[in-house]
């Protein structure tokens, strides 16, 4: 299936930095979604973004609709050991309400 | 938002048998996604379920192997069927949200096939 590009791929990182991902597509959407995922659990929902250019927060985590509605990043502020997982982006395609999924972005914090 | 649960939460089957997996969401929504997560992939969407209607099938996934039931607003099933070690997986449901944008996940069921 289809599928988002998502970098990096993986990341280990120490205790209190910050992060950033990102996904881009050669694809236009009208919607990014962001989830992380703990083993053994589905996806939960981070943060939703509705138009482009649009900067959204969500306590530490902030996230932005790429200007060009190809892309969108999203960045982790002082990191912490549960902000452990795999980060994925979602995008739902103009005129479709299906969403793509990026290859994800698997994270550890080192303490 | 919208809370969903699967059952079961995980299984191990014999090759060439079927497991149905159901999906229950806590409010009426339109439209239920049925994905597949392959050991340390991402995820792939393999149908829509619209209540009322037959299931829209994702290329590469067929009707034969992933019969899918969408008998009322809440309430979803995904088969599959003859299956293969190649069916070991992770299946996910999802709902859309009430706003309607959003896609919320259940827990998912771990398949492993012998």
């Known amino acids: 299936g289809q599928q988002l590009n998502q970098s990096p791929q993986s990341m280990f990182i120490q205790e209190g930095e910050d992060v950033s991902m990102n996904c881009t597509s050669s694809?236009?959407?009208?919607?990014w979604l962001w989830y992380k995922q703990d083993p053994g659990e589905g996806p939960v929902l981070l943060i939703a973004?509705?138009?482009?250019?649009e900067l959204t927060s969500n306590g530490r985590l902030t996230a932005q609709f790429g200007i060009t509605r190809k892309d969108s990043f999203l960045n982790i502020s002082a990191s912490i050991p549960s902000d452990v997982g795999i980060y994925f982006c979602?995008?739902?395609?103009?005129?479709?309400?299906?969403?793509?999924f990026g290859t994800g972005t698997r994270l550890k914090v080192l303490a | 938002s919208a809370v969903i649960s699967q059952k079961p939460s995980r299984d191990i089957c014999q090759r060439g048998t079927s497991l149905t997996i159901q999906c229950q969401v806590d409010s009426q929504v339109t439209m239920m996604f049925w994905y597949r997560q392959q050991p340390g992939q991402s995820l792939t969407l393999i149908a829509t379920?619209?209540?009322?209607?037959?299931?829209?099938?994702e290329s590469g996934f067929v009707i034969d192997k992933f019969p899918i039931s969408r008998p009322n607003l809440t309430f979803s099933t995904l088969t599959v069927s003859n299956m293969s070690p190649e069916d070991s997986s992770i299946y996910l449901c999802?709902?859309?949200?009430?706003?309607?944008?959003?896609?919320?996940f259940g827990p998912g069921t771990r398949l492993t096939v012998l």
């Open positions: 999802s709902s859309e949200g009430t706003g309607g944008n959003e896609q919320f």
């Open positions: 694809s236009i959407f009208n919607t």
């Open positions: 973004l509705y138009k482009a250019g």
């Open positions: 979602a995008g739902q395609l103009s005129g479709t309400y299906k969403y793509i």
């Open positions: 379920a619209n209540q009322g209607s037959e299931a829209t099938y």
